[in-house]
């Protein structure tokens, strides 16, 4: 099953029973096995293996895509607590800190 804007290269080779869901990219000379699912806007560069479900680019299996996107979102909050803990340990100008 092709949803929509599903682009294919000219010489891939989809399986029996694949779903590519909307927008996805399959590049020239691919292979993707039988009863394989490909996510929406997921770009495929690299044979699949036959029973796979893949989402995302770079194309992955959707408990490590769901936990790369969660500790995305995690960075800002990240850099900010490493922010709060270089204030807290930098050295006060004029303190004896380094002045033996």
């Not at 029996?16 to 009863?35: E, P, S, Y």
């Not at 490493?82 to 800190?97: H, N, Y």
Request: with cysteine; hydrophobic share 40%.
């Amino acid at each position: 099953m092709l949803c929509g804007q599903v682009g294919l290269a000219g010489s891939c080779r989809i399986g029996d029973r694949v779903v590519l869901g909307g927008k996805v990219g399959v590049a020239d000379h691919v292979f993707i096995g039988n009863d394989s699912v490909i996510g929406a806007n997921t770009g495929i560069g690299r044979n699949v293996a036959p029973r796979s479900v893949l989402i995302g680019y770079p194309p992955l299996p959707p408990g490590t895509a769901h936990a790369l996107f969660l500790n995305a979102m995690r960075i800002p909050r990240l850099f900010k607590d490493v922010d709060e803990l270089k204030r807290r340990i930098k050295p006060e100008k004029g303190g004896s800190a380094g002045s033996e």
